[in-house]
């Protein structure tokens, strides 16, 4: 094209409008929205493998009993598995709450451990006097997940993460003018990555300079954002030669978190306390209704909104409690409350989700109502009506 000259309208492609970016964008819509009903049939069939479990415990003899609550502690490790990786592909509200770092990173200890590889040893090695944050659950333990990845690169293979926490206090005169706003305490939680060979079998291999280039350009980019969103700061430094360390500065909002033992569950009275059931699986609700039936109540079923209508119409009496699933065919669970709560005025009503994108059906309504997500076991499920019925 001669020098002066101006590219035709028809060659110069808006990004937005690129048939590249618009086919990825796409890919990406329709892969999130599989997965989120994959997860979303994969929790029910967790939470009926999980319930039946409950209802046999219930049951069953000491023998019995143990491989059972192994079975119960199983099904639960492979729900959070699902759930963490689920909320990696899945866009999903930002919801900042006051939270324990300590408590997130426990909790994801384990999917780290995996993410790292075999031949990469991960050390955990909190402050328990450690103070409270206010982020997102979801987007802490995709920091990190994402910094995992980038170690695992930067580490090409072998080596060892060591992930930390502790308060600390952060001064003006050690960053840039425009990078610390507001000096103060801060949660540091650091996450420090040396090579070096694990054992004789394992080939120790120096940081290459893509697997640096990687996690600063990268998992970096990644973990500098969900920080940011948090109100931190992100550094990266190097010492010791090839070791390397990451830390995320997270301002406190309050003092250390009391993770000391909870307190016992309420245990109301629950003679002629009467429960509805509303939900379409039957795999969901039939061990929950024995389940129930078992610990005292009286309980009725329903597959859906329209059932559960006709089902109160035919009872003679108070029903106490709707237990109901938030997205369901022809009736969602908001308008059956609405409906029964003008027939029954001191109605309390628990919420059943697989997907916490589905709270979003609530609407205004959501704020002060009680919603389980999926799977949950159902000694919580009893816990919760407990606390409904006290209150």
């Keep these: 094209m001669p020098d002066g000259a101006t590219r035709p309208a028809a060659d110069r492609r808006d990004p937005i409008q690129d048939p590249g970016v618009l086919l990825l964008a796409q890919r990406n819509d329709l892969v999130g929205n599989l997965a989120g009903t994959i997860a979303h049939r994969f929790n029910n069939l967790m939470m009926a493998i999980s319930s039946y479990a409950e209802v046999e415990i219930k049951k069953s003899g000491p023998a019995q009993r143990r491989n059972l609550e192994r079975l119960l502690n199983d099904t639960t490790r492979v729900a959070s598995l699902i759930q963490k990786l689920l909320a990696l592909t899945v866009s999903r509200e930002f919801c900042p709450q006051v939270l324990s770092v300590n408590s997130v990173l426990v909790g994801i200890g384990s999917l780290v451990e995996e993410m790292a590889g075999e031949h990469i040893a991960t050390a955990l090695r909190v402050d328990p006097s450690i103070q409270v944050v206010r982020a997102d659950v979801g987007e802490l333990e995709q920091l990190m997940l994402t910094l995992a990845l980038g170690a695992r690169s930067y580490l090409a293979g072998t080596g060892k993460i060591v992930i930390s926490t502790q ?5 003006k005169k050690s960053f840039q003018p425009d990078e610390l706003s507001s000096p103060g305490t801060y949660v540091a939680i650091s996450v420090t990555c ?3 060979a694990l054992d004789e079998q394992a080939t120790s291999q120096p940081a290459g300079e893509a697997g640096a280039a990687d996690l600063q350009s990268q998992a970096g980019a990644a973990a500098r954002e969900i920080v940011r969103r948090a109100g931190g700061i992100f550094r990266t430094s190097y010492f010791g030669g090839q070791c390397m360390e990451c830390t995320a500065y997270l301002p406190v909002c309050g003092p250390a978190a009391d993770e000391s033992q909870p307190a016992p569950p309420v245990r109301t009275a629950v003679a002629g306390n009467t429960i509805l059931v509303v939900e379409d699986d039957d795999a969901v609700r039939v061990p929950a209704a024995e389940f129930l039936k078992m610990e005292g109540f009286k309980v009725l079923q329903a597959k859906n909104g329209e059932e559960a209508l006709n ?53 205004p309504l ?11 076991r159902l000694n919580k499920l009893n816990e919760q009506i407990r606390e409904l019925l006290a209150n």
Excluded: C, W
């Design 167 to 171: 308060n600390t206090l952060l001064e």
């Design 194 to 196: 040396a090579p070096g």
């Design 311 to 363: 089902v109160a119409e035919r009872h003679q009496g108070q029903i106490d409690v709707l237990i109901t699933d938030i997205l369901m065919p022809d009736m969602n669970g908001p308008e059956v409350a609405q409906r029964l709560a003008q027939i029954y005025p001191r109605l309390r009503t628990l919420y059943m989700s697989g997907n916490s994108e589905h709270t979003s059906a609530l609407g």
């Design 366 to 376: 959501q704020g002060g109502l009680a919603v389980l997500q999926k799977p949950f």
